[in-house]
């Protein structure tokens, strides 16, 4: 049975791949410092083994990767926002997180190791869709670490060896994203204002535009990059293909709730780009990737869990085993 450490496991996007990975009857190692990540979402990963570090740390990093096959890199501070107000923190868990994690697999004999790369180290240019060939141009503190771990995974490629894909996701939506924090995501933030009836803020006019991607078609993607070849230190796109604008997204969640959230408008967010769509041509060539789950489809199965979520947050599990 292949052994997996998802780092950020208990995060929104690392605890759907340790789920997944769980359901299938994989052994899964989770680390996680629960910076972001909640407890709470350790139990969609029933059996799984969690190892509470900080992948600052070298010699935590070092014991997640002993014994493990493959490596999903999930762990990272999220959000441009936050990066701009304290690039060092970002940069620091970002980067040198990721060299950290490069380091350990190497040394461990990791097999393959799939990094979470993010879109906004295409920056601002002004080509849509952004696709892989495109030079990278990140326009905030939280785009250059995020690129700056890409770069390192290629570097481990090229001088070691290393096994390493890059996944850019494009603004991953779903269950269990964080609607808590003034960094959380925008459709966490929104569902939870249609749910509750509060005010949501548009930082701008509302025209930028996002290639917002489920959750299970980020978990889809990072499965296949793990089952198919794929030549080493290769970055592609994990996305839709199409993008909407922020407004687009109230009014698509007005269409599902039959209620029109409270919106004001106010100043755009520095770091912020206009427009983000992809280009997911290679990843389905490299990965046969195809997303499956569509905007408006995820966007309900997503306000569906908010509305649910105090009963069916995270439903029983087993316990977590801990070291
Ligand atoms: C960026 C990255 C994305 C990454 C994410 C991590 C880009 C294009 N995308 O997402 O790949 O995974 O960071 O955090 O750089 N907004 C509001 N009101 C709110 C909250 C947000 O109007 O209450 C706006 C933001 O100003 C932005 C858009 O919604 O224009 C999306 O913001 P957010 O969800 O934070 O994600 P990005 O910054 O686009």
Redesign the pocket.
Known sequence: MAKFLVTGGAGFIGSHLAAALAARGDSVRILDNFATGKRENLAAAPGAELLEGDLRDLAAVRRACAGVDYIFHEGAL?????SVEDPVTSDDTNTRGTLHILIAARDAGVKRVVYAG???A?GESATLPKHEEMMADPI?P??VS?YAGENYCRAFAKCYGLSTVVL?????FGPRQDPGS?????????CKAAVEGTD?????D?E?S?DFTYIDNVVRGNLLAIERDVPAGMVMNCATGSAIS?NGLVRALGGITGKNIKISY?P??T???KH?LANIDRARRVLGYEPSVDFRDGLSRTLQWYRTQGAAKTGPGAPVSQR
Request: aromatic share 14%.
């Open positions: 999220p959000s441009v926002a936050r993010s879109s906004s295409y905030s939280y785009g995020k850019r996701y494009f603004n991953v003034p960094y959380s995501g925008v459709i966490a933030l929104f949501a803020m548009i930082h701008g509302g930028q996002r922020l106010g755009p967010r770091g912020d780009i983000s």
